[in-house]
């Protein structure tokens, strides 16, 4: 049976692990093991591919001046995909049928990267308009 999410907010312990990675960046400019294995046993192999997509520097906070903010994250398949953190939501199939349908994650790899690279500090930022920012908001997401 799924377990649904509270609107806005994360898993209490993902909530903890996510400011405690933050917080050794911040001290020490490196995540201790402890935290990696704690998100390896959260995510499992989901945890691995968002290390990856981080590393890679695939995920963008785009922001418009109105105050709207999205995430980018370019797929390891080369595919864009958007996501919403302020409702934990992805554009990729995967998010679609992992998380939504069948209930059995609780974030596809971007949604993970962009909470990760959050927490790194490692996001690229981009200004544009809000017609720009309303273009990608409105764009068909993409297929597998």
Same mark, same amino acid.
């Given at each position: 049976m799924a377990v649904a999410l509270p609107a806005a907010t994360l898993p209490a312990v993902v909530e903890e692990l996510l400011n405690e990675m933050a917080a050794a960046v911040r001290e020490s400019a &490196?995540?201790? =093991?402890? #935290?990696? @294995? $704690?998100?390896?046993?959260?995510? %499992? /192999?989901?945890?691995?591919?968002?290390?990856?997509?981080? =590393? &890679?520097? /695939?995920?963008?906070?785009?922001?418009?001046? $109105? %105050?709207?903010?999205?995430?980018?994250?370019? %797929? /390891? /398949? %080369?595919?864009?995909?958007?996501? @919403?953190?302020?409702? #934990?939501?992805c554009s990729c199939p995967a998010f679609a049928f992992s998380v939504l349908r069948k209930g059995d994650s609780l974030l596809c790899k971007h949604l993970l990267a962009v909470y990760l690279s959050r927490a790194m500090g490692?996001?690229?930022?981009? $200004?544009?308009? =809000? &017609?720009?920012?309303? =273009?990608?908001?409105?764009?068909?997401?993409?297929?597998?």
């Open positions: &490196r995540i201790p =093991d402890e #935290h990696l @294995l $704690s998100l390896k046993f959260i995510f %499992g /192999s989901a945890a691995l591919q968002a290390l990856d997509l981080v =590393d &890679r520097q /695939s995920i963008t906070l785009i922001s418009s001046p $109105s %105050g709207r903010r999205v995430y980018q994250v370019q %797929g /390891s /398949s %080369g595919k864009t995909y958007t996501c @919403l953190v302020s409702c #934990h939501h490692t996001c690229q930022e981009l $200004s544009i308009s =809000d &017609r720009q920012l309303t =273009d990608i908001l409105m764009q068909k997401p993409q297929e597998a």
